[in-house]
């Protein structure tokens, strides 16, 4: 495998580009008395179109991301580009333990940069040196400085048989791996498909396409599984818009996300804030400039589109189990409470052997971005007797 040192270099064109865009905005009206409550607030959003042209600073947060050691390779015929981080170690302490963490939609890579440091130099936020991590942050095809397929078939089982061939190619035959989001799915299938490698998944998300085998030989469902089913549906149809129109047209949506940075930052950033445990205030957990960053790497890289595809490849093929159909690997889930999904133990356990759950204090969709500590600590408690 071919690796290659990457830099992230956006033309000053292209910011300019991107000024004018947003000088140029045709506002709509909205509703008097009514912020938030059907869809993104047009004043939060003027404030923030303002910040971005008039005092965000691309060049900064780009030396910023250029800190971490970022790669491309050719993986599967497609250009993959990855961070790599080793772990630090004190002379004579065990290896680093290889992990590949996979992001979802709509982050990406960016997310994971309080938590490398956690998880690579656990030394440095006083836990144990022996925990230290190798990690391998990939983008996925599609996403951020990945290539765009270019054609149908890039799913959440074929970007797993990436990232496992990304893996050999690092030099790691067994390894573990982490996800929330679509990241959850690609972590689950890869341990379903490669699970003589995989040594267990830790996931903070349980996808939306997973479904259990549920016919006359598996066991009834419970109470709070028939609550958890209903509360599902029920989100499906108050918030889940998005995902329906991501899986049956993205291509039409992509149009105009694609053409209009603040149709971008509305469609991307009212997420931020439904899905978090911000208590609707979005800047009380992202600062202004790490969600303007995550917008502009959509932006410059022109992926919305491309992104939004994966969930019509992951409707084409969803996680679906049959009836007996176990994942081999083990499994530990953080289940935390502003999560937009909170399956209960036992959904999980039809299908995956649960090593740990962990209730966390607090925290949202965007674990690694909101609870850093949180999470590592619970990464780091999984794999602890895994790591052998």
Not at 119 to 132: E, F, I, K, N
Not at 163 to 168: I, Q, R, T
Not at 194 to 220: C, E, K, M
Not at 292 to 299: A, I
Request: hydrophobic share 45%; net charge negative.
């Amino acid at each position: 495998m071919q690796i290659a040192p990457f830099q992230i270099d956006i033309p000053g064109a292209q910011i300019d580009a991107l000024n004018a865009r947003l000088q140029a905005t045709r506002w709509p009206d909205q509703y008097d008395g009514m912020p938030w409550a059907i869809g993104t607030d047009r004043a939060y959003l003027q404030a923030l179109v303002q910040y971005w042209m008039s005092a965000y600073d691309w060049r900064a947060a780009q030396r910023a991301l250029n800190l971490q050691p970022q790669f491309v390779a050719t993986v599967g015929g497609l250009r993959i580009h990855f961070l790599h981080r080793h772990g630090v170690v004190p002379v004579g302490g065990p290896k680093p333990y290889p992990l590949v963490i996979t992001h979802g939609w709509p982050g990406s890579f960016i997310e994971f940069g309080a938590l490398l440091r956690h998880l690579c130099d656990p030394a440095s936020v006083g836990a144990d040196p022996a925990d230290a991590f190798d990690v391998v942050v990939p983008s996925m095809p599609g996403f951020g400085f990945s290539q765009r397929p270019a054609a149908p078939g890039t799913s959440i089982h074929s970007i797993a048989s990436l990232w496992a061939e990304l893996m050999s190619g690092l030099g790691y035959e067994h390894f573990g791996a982490q996800g929330g989001d679509l990241g959850a799915a690609v972590s689950i299938a890869l341990a379903s498909r490669h699970a003589a490698r995989v040594d267990g998944i830790h996931l903070n998300y349980l996808p939306g396409s997973f479904a259990p085998p549920q016919t006359p030989d598996d066991a009834p469902v419970t109470q709070a599984e028939r609550e958890f089913i209903a509360a599902k549906a029920a989100w499906a149809d108050s918030e889940g818009a998005y995902a329906h129109q991501h899986s049956t047209k993205p291509q039409t949506l992509a149009f105009a996300l694609n053409d209009s940075p603040v149709g971008l930052a509305a469609w991307i950033v009212e997420k931020f804030r439904a899905w978090s445990d911000c208590g609707g205030d979005v800047e009380s957990v992202f600062s202004r400039d790490d969600l303007l960053t995550n917008l502009s790497l959509y932006w410059h890289t022109q992926t919305i589109g491309s992104s939004m595809r994966l969930y019509w490849e992951a409707r084409m093929r969803p996680l679906r189990f049959a009836t007996g159909e176990r994942v081999q690997p083990p499994v530990g889930f953080a289940r935390f409470p502003k999560e937009i999904s909170q399956p209960p133990r036992s959904w999980l356990e039809r299908v995956f052997n649960v090593l740990q759950w962990t209730d966390m204090p607090r925290g949202g969709h965007f674990a690694a971005m909101e609870q850093p500590a949180l999470l590592a600590e619970d990464i780091r408690r999984f794999f602890r007797p895994l790591r052998g």
